[in-house]
C-alpha cells in the first residue's frame, strides 16, 4: 500500500510530466537541429542566385543540390523523430494518470463518479494535445528569433517587416481568446432537448415531442445569434490576419528587390527573404489558427489537477474491518439529491452475515435509496452506517458488494464481459458458475454466441427476464459479501422466482448478507428478516413470521402517493 500511495502522489498531472523531461530534452535538440536544419532552403537560393548564375558552373549547381537533398532528408528523418517522441510523451502521460484513476475509482462515491468520466475525457485530449501539429509549432516559438535573426543579417528594414508582420497575427489570437467563454453555446438546450426526446416513457405521443421541439428552438434562437456573432468576430480578425499576411510577404519582396536595386542587396536575397519570412510567419499562424485548442488543453489541464486533488492518494493506514462486517445501521438518513428532502430517516438495524432482508412499503417509500445508500451510492447524511461498501476503506480492504439496480441497463459487450464486470483475466468457468446461481446458464447458451453473444444499447434487444437475469448473474459475480437486489423479482416468471429462491439460499449459506427491496408479498418468504418503510421512515424491523401479521404485510404493500421523491 505504501508503494501504491508513493506512485500516486508522483503521478499528479504536473509530477507526472516532469517524469517525463528526458524527453522533453530529446525534443529539444530534435527541434534545434530540425529549425537549423530549415535555413537549407534560404541559403541554397542565395548560393545559386549568386554563385552559380555568375559562374554559370553546373558542377556547382549539383554539388548544391545534392547537398540541400542530403540535409532536407535528415531534417525530415529528426522531424518524424521528434513527433514520435512528443507522441509518446502524450501516451506515457496517459498511462501514468490512468493508473491514478484506477486507484481513485475505488475510492470515490457518486458525486465522484461524474469526475472520473470528465478525467477520463480530459485525459485523452491531453493525448491527442500532445500528438498535434499545435504542440509541434508551440516547441518551434523558442526558435522564431533565429529567422528574425537571419533575416535581419540579409538587411534590418525585413526584420522590422516581418515583425510587423508577426503583431498582426495577435488579432486572431485575441479573438479566440475572447470567444472561448462561449463555445459552449447551444450545447445545454441540444442537451435538454435530447435527454427528453430519448425518454420514451415521457413522450408517447408525437404531439409531446413537437411541443419539445418548439421549446427547444425557442431557446436554441438566442443561442445562434450568439454563436453568429462570435463566429462573424472570428471569421472578420482571421481574415484579416491573412490578408495583411499576403501584403507583407509581398511587401517584403518589393522591400527586398528595392534594396537590390540601391545595392544592397544581392538578387539571391529576394527568394531567401521570402522563404524566411514565410517560415517565421507560419509558427505563430498556427498557434493563432488553434487558439481554442490551446485553450481546451489549459482547460483539462487544471480539470485534472483539481480532480486529483480531490480524490486523494490513498491511506496508507486503515483501520481494518471484520471479515464481514454485515449491516450496521444507526439512526441513518440519507438524502436522494441535493437539496431534497430526507427518503431515509433515522433508520436503525442490523444484519449478521448470512442472514437475508426484505425491505417491503408502498411506492415512494425509500427502498430503493436504501438499497444505494447500503452499496456506498449515496452518502449518509446522518448518523452511521457499516456495510461492505464502506467507502473509507482502501480498495485492498474492500469488501466485494453486488448490486442490481430496480432498472439494470447492460453495457456493451459481450454477456461473458458483463457478467464479470470486463475483468482482464476471468476464467470462464467463474461467469458460468455466477450465471447458474441465477438460473439463466441455459438461456445463454440457447443464444447463437452463448457467453460472447454482443449485448447492449447498439446490439439486439434482449427480453426483459434475461436482461434481469443477467443483471443477477452479474450481483453474485465473484462471491460478494453483501448482494444487494432491487425489484429483483422484474419480467421474471415462475421458473425465474425459483431461482431466485435458490440464490437468495445459496448465497446467504456462503455467509454473504442479501438484501431485497420489493413490492412483491411471495418474496418475504425468501428471507429472515423483513423491515417496513413507510415514507422513509422504519416501521417496523423482524422475522416475518414473529412481527409481521398478515394484515400488516398487505398494508405494507399498497401503493399510496408520497410527498417525497424517494422511490
Not at 370 to 385: D, E, K, Q
Not at 431 to 451: F, K, N, T
Amino acid at each position: 500500500m505504501t508503494k501504491i500511495v508513493a506512485r500516486y502522489r508522483k503521478l499528479r498531472p504536473t509530477t507526472a510530466l516532469q517524469a517525463r523531461l528526458p524527453l522533453f530534452g530529446a525534443l529539444f535538440v530534435f527541434g534545434a537541429f530540425v529549425n537549423l536544419l530549415l535555413l537549407t532552403g534560404p541559403l541554397f537560393a542565395l548560393q545559386v542566385y549568386d554563385r552559380v548564375l555568375n559562374s554559370r558552373s553546373v558542377e556547382t549547381l549539383v554539388a548544391l543540390g545534392g547537398l540541400m537533398v542530403f540535409l532536407f532528408l535528415v531534417m525530415g528523418i529528426l522531424d518524424h523523430a521528434r513527433k514520435r517522441i512528443a507522441a509518446r510523451i502524450g501516451e506515457h502521460l496517459t498511462d501514468d494518470l490512468s493508473f491514478a484513476l484506477e486507484q481513485a475509482a475505488g475510492r470515490v462515491g457518486p458525486a465522484g463518479a461524474d469526475g472520473l468520466a470528465n478525467a477520463i475525457d480530459d485525459l485523452e485530449l491531453l493525448r491527442r494535445f500532445f500528438a498535434s501539429a499545435v504542440f509541434i509549432a508551440m516547441l518551434d516559438m523558442p526558435w522564431l528569433p533565429v529567422f528574425l535573426l537571419a533575416i535581419a543579417l540579409l538587411h534590418p528594414a525585413l526584420a522590422g517587416l516581418a515583425l510587423i508582420g508577426l503583431g498582426l497575427f495577435l488579432l486572431p489570437a485575441l479573438a479566440t481568446y475572447l470567444s472561448a467563454g462561449n463555445q459552449g453555446i447551444g450545447q445545454a438546450a441540444n442537451a435538454w432537448t435530447g435527454a427528453l426526446l430519448r425518454d420514451q416513457a415521457y413522450f408517447q405521443v408525437a404531439d409531446d415531442r413537437r411541443t419539445c421541439l418548439a421549446q427547444w428552438r425557442r431557446r436554441n434562437r438566442s443561442d445562434r445569434a450568439l454563436a453568429l456573432w462570435r463566429d462573424d468576430r472570428i471569421s472578420f480578425a482571421m481574415s484579416t490576419a491573412h490578408t495583411m499576411r499576403a501584403i507583407v510577404q509581398s511587401a517584403a519582396v518589393g522591400l527586398a528587390a528595392y534594396l537590390v536595386l540601391d545595392a544592397q542587396l544581392t538578387p539571391g536575397a529576394i527568394i531567401a527573404t521570402t522563404v524566411l519570412l514565410a517560415r517565421a510567419l507560419s509558427t505563430p499562424e498556427l498557434i493563432a489558427q488553434n487558439m481554442a485548442q490551446l485553450q481546451a488543453f489549459r482547460a483539462a489541464w487544471r480539470r485534472l489537477d483539481k480532480a486529483f486533488t480531490e480524490f486523494g492518494p490513498p491511506k496508507a493506514n486503515s483501520v481494518h474491518l471484520p471479515e464481514n462486517p454485515g449491516i450496521a445501521a444507526n439512526r441513518v438518513t440519507v438524502f436522494p439529491a441535493p437539496g431534497a428532502s430526507a427518503a431515509i430517516r433515522m433508520a436503525t438495524f442490523r444484519l449478521s452475515p448470512g442472514q437475508s432482508l426484505a425491505v417491503i412499503g408502498p411506492s415512494g417509500a425509500g427502498k430503493s435509496t436504501l438499497a444505494r445508500a447500503l452499496c456506498a451510492l449515496l452518502p449518509i447524511a446522518g448518523g452511521s452506517l457499516t456495510t461492505s461498501a464502506f467507502s473509507a476503506l482502501p480498495d485492498r480492504e474492500r469488501r466485494r458488494v453486488g448490486y442490481l439496480p430496480q432498472q439494470p441497463r447492460l453495457p456493451s459487450g459481450t454477456i461473458a464481459d458483463v457478467i464479470c464486470g470486463f475483468a482482464d483475466n476471468d476464467p470462464r468457468a467463474d461467469v458460468v458458475r455466477s450465471a447458474i446461481g441465477a438460473g439463466v446458464h441455459d438461456r445463454i447458451m440457447e443464444l447463437p454466441d452463448a457467453y460472447d453473444t454482443i449485448i447492449g444499447p447498439a446490439a439486439a434487444p434482449l427480453p426483459g427476464s434475461l436482461i434481469q437475469q443477467i443483471g443477477l448473474a452479474r450481483a453474485i459475480y465473484g462471491d460478494p459479501e453483501l448482494v444487494v437486489l432491487d425489484e429483483p423479482a422484474n419480467n421474471l416468471d415462475a421458473t425465474g422466482m425459483a431461482a431466485l429462491a435458490e440464490l437468495i439460499s445459496e448465497r446467504t449459506a456462503l455467509g454473504a448478507v442479501v438484501v431485497l427491496c420489493t413490492q412483491r408479498p411471495a418474496l418475504v418468504s425468501f428471507v429472515d428478516m423483513v423491515l417496513v418503510l413507510d415514507d422513509g421512515c422504519l416501521r417496523s424491523f423482524g422475522p416475518p413470521e414473529r412481527d409481521l401479521r398478515g394484515s400488516d404485510l398487505a398494508q405494507a404493500f399498497t401503493p399510496e402517493p408520497r410527498k417525497s421523491g424517494a422511490s
